[in-house]
């Protein structure tokens, strides 16, 4: 009797420990044994476990734990993690740029009809950080500007069509990721601005998303040193309890950004910065597909229950995450529907920034970029030219162009008569092959029109002018469909410019 109390004892401090934690893992096997030992509130799916069978992993977990909490990343843009399968959606920059608040909640809605279609709970998107710095090295075309107005209405309206499916969304990164020059996956960030400044633009939109009784926010892994001189968001009670629960009167669940990110476990280690997060304010901790640091938080957490951490944080915990539990919801889009939206959304985001249009399609050389498929794969510009730009020649090159890429391109591009070239930069800078290209394909003097098919700034980088450009505001199928559709006349661009920082 006495073995018998003392395993019901440790699988009580396990679920109380695991109560706090969302966890991950690689492809597609569920690590039942590590999920049994551990006990998580919930599991934060990626695009590796929804490659092949994502109904089917889903089903496995359900049959493990149906109390389980799942999470998915379905922003839309590059940070879609169900992307086999369903509709890819342009990112919030593109929305925001059709300047329609209810086109926005009619994206929201389809995604969290995604989300629950898989038959997950919770979408972690929209994104409110306000990207008033271009060089931005994570956020960029996922925000929805750099207005916090604009980024508060917009982000809003996409929260509220994440709810229309049942699926709940969670805004983030309190108290604003936008700002920043350094990744937080990779480093810890540091934001020196006074608070009237934080007030004006990095709080606004996440005071307007709390008034509006949403159910929940992610942390920033960033030192606000006007809020906290010392911790980041993430481990500052200062920010999490005393400005976000006591002044801004949040009162839904605070999930932080994954624990196990450069920012924190370089400074502070994943299990310390756990508890320290736990008793700041934060209900739910992401965590990395590593098993050994999922045991190493587990443990810690256990350590520290009644102790470091009141026992009444496990049930404060659980009552907040209840609320991410999907509800009812209304889901009437059929693929086609979905299809159609989606290519609304795109062309809508389109911004033309200069240049005569139509282009004919006969004579034009289109140069296509293949960027990484870490975000999903995509067609290009060259493989999408001759449907939608009858006539023309397509040409594919690499997302950084060598030189014997560029020579050829040259050589094509000295036997039409105009050259429509795409450029990207979202991670990091401006690609010193795609700079070198667009300099040699200026010095033909030939009509030259550029598609940037990530961030829309890619004009500060060139060394020239081209005779037109269109910016899309990310690279998914739909965008690049409507960025040659635009150059072929089938409808003018009306998409507004939101970015900030542009030439």
């Known amino acids: 009797m006495r073995l018998l109390a003392l395993l019901a004892g440790m699988g009580m401090a396990a679920a109380q420990a695991g109560a ?3 966890v991950s893992f690689r492809g597609e096997e569920v690590p039942e044994r590590l999920l049994r030992e551990v006990r998580p509130a919930g599991v934060i799916l990626y695009p590796s476990n929804l490659r092949h069978d994502p109904q089917g992993v ?6 493990l734990d149906p109390n389980l909490l ?8 590059p940070f879609t993690s169900y992307r086999e399968g369903v509709v890819r959606f342009p990112a919030a920059m593109a929305l925001s740029a059709s300047g329609d608040e209810g086109l926005v909640e009619r994206v929201g809605w389809a995604l969290g009809c995604q989300v629950r279609r898989l038959g997950a709970d919770v ?10 710095n271009p060089d931005n090295p994570i956020i960029g075309l996922r925000s929805f500007g750099a207005d916090p107005e604009r980024v508060a209405r917009m982000g809003l309206a996409f929260a509220k069509g994440v709810l229309r499916s049942g699926a709940r969304p969670v805004g983030k990164h309190f108290p604003g990721h936008g700002d920043t020059g350094v990744d937080s996956h990779l480093d810890l960030p540091r934001v020196d601005k006074p608070k009237e400044a934080l007030e004006r633009v990095e709080l606004l939109p996440f005071r307007r998303y709390v008034a509006a009784g949403m159910p929940a926010l992610m942390t920033a892994h960033i030192v606000f040193s006007a809020l906290d001189p010392r911790y980041p968001a993430t481990l500052s009670p200062a920010i999490l309890t005393g400005l976000l629960r006591k002044e801004m009167g949040f009162q839904g669940a605070l999930l932080t950004d994954d624990m196990a990110m450069g920012a924190i476990k370089r400074h502070f280690g994943a299990g310390e910065a756990a508890v320290q997060a736990v008793r700041a304010g934060a209900d739910l901790l992401l965590l990395e597909p590593d098993e050994e640091a999922i045991r190493e938080v587990h443990a810690r957490l256990q350590k520290a229950l009644g102790k470091e951490i009141p026992l009444a944080r496990v049930e404060e915990a659980r009552r907040r995450a209840a609320l991410l539990r999907a509800g009812k ?3 009437p889009f059929t693929p086609k529907e979905e299809e159609a939206l989606a290519l609304e959304a ?4 389109v911004v033309h920034r200069f240049g005569p249009l139509p282009i004919p399609g006969p004579g034009t050389l289109v140069l296509g970029l293949r960027i990484s498929d870490r975000y999903g794969a995509e067609p290009t510009l060259a493989d999408l030219a001759p449907q939608y730009l009858p006539g023309s020649r397509g040409l594919n090159l690499s997302e950084d162009p060598t030189p014997a890429e560029v020579q050829r391109a040259l050589a094509e591009a000295r036997k039409a008569e105009r050259v429509v070239a795409s450029t990207y930069r979202w991670l990091g800078g401006f690609k010193e092959g795609q700079r070198t290209l667009v300099k040699e394909l200026l010095a033909l003097g030939k009509p030259l029109y550029l598609v940037a098919l990530g961030n829309p700034d890619d004009l500060r980088f060139l060394p020239g002018r081209p005779t037109g450009y269109l910016a899309t505001h990310g690279y998914r199928a739909v965008q690049v469909r409507a960025a040659l559709e635009a150059l072929a006349g089938v409808y003018a661009p009306t998409g507004q410019r939101v970015f900030g920082g542009e030439p």
């Open 20 to 22: 706090f934690m969302v």
């Open 58 to 63: 889903v089903r496995r977990l359900r049959a």
């Open 70 to 77: 799942l999470l998915v990343d379905q922003e839309g843009g």
């Open 123 to 132: 979408n972690l998107a929209p994104v409110l950080d306000v990207n008033v």
């Open 329 to 331: 919801g209304e889901c």
């Open 346 to 349: 795109a062309r809508r985001g």
